[in-house]
């Protein structure tokens, strides 16, 4: 018995200093080491042999894309102070825009598709099957919605169509120019940094055209990817996108019940 709470008091002392040292060091190192562009602008990479260097996956959502009529706009990339973003831009018919990403920090590297359509009040809405919680706070500009589990880029489509076309009446589609894909994320990611100043994230102030984080965008930043508040905004935000899509799923049911 002696032993078994002797192991459980060094338990317990061995967890207290590893989330005082998260929760409190953490966010020190974050605040030292983060940094963002104060503005956006993407070259287009001419390379030919672009996405042969991308993963298999990468190439095969490439593929798949197409497949879904859509149109290969470009491809660029994004260094940040703690990861290296590649992305190639699609365009439909409609106007909406199609996002394969591939975000590369230290040895991991991630990839995932996003869906995004613009409106006639300048909102955007996205859809995604990014698997992880953004680092990031809302945006009032911008409705998230994602869905980790569904990996057939057919699926995560009729789930980005439906959810847009049940939004609400002032949020009309707005088709993206053709030809200005990039500018006009250039514009949406602006906007957002912006955003994040505004809200005490970031600072105002731009050294070598980057902006740090705030003590306080740095504490919130680390504090969303720890225990426990990580898995209680990933529930959330994964119960948000799957009743928007089962909202906009009825709304649809219930248009066709009433034609018949």
Known sequence: ????????????????????????????????????????????????????????EFQAMHAALQSLGFSYAGSSSMAMSHSQTFFSLYRDNNGMLASLVT???????????????HHADDSVTNVSNLAFIGVFPPSRHKRSFRFPHIHDLKELLEAARSITRHLPVESSPRPFPVGKEFPAIEKFLL????????????????????????LKGACLMTWRL??????LINHAEKKQARQALLRARQAE?????SQN
């Open 1 to 56: 018995m002696d032993v078994l709470t002797t192991a459980l008091k060094w338990a317990v002392s061995f967890s207290l200093m590893f989330f005082t040292f998260m929760y409190l060091a953490g966010p020190l190192l974050v605040w030292r080491l983060q940094r963002s562009p104060a503005s956006f602008h993407f070259s287009r990479i001419d390379d030919p042999d672009f996405l042969e260097k991308r993963t298999a």
């Open 103 to 117: 975000a590369k920090g230290g040895s991991r590297e991630l990839t995932y598709t996003e869906f995004t359509q």
């Open 191 to 214: 906007r957002e940094a912006n955003e994040l100043v505004e809200k005490g994230w970031y600072a105002a102030g731009v050294v070598e055209g980057y902006r740090r984080l705030t």
């Open 226 to 231: 720890l225990w426990p508040a990580r898995p």
């Open 253 to 257: 049911s219930g248009n066709i019940t």
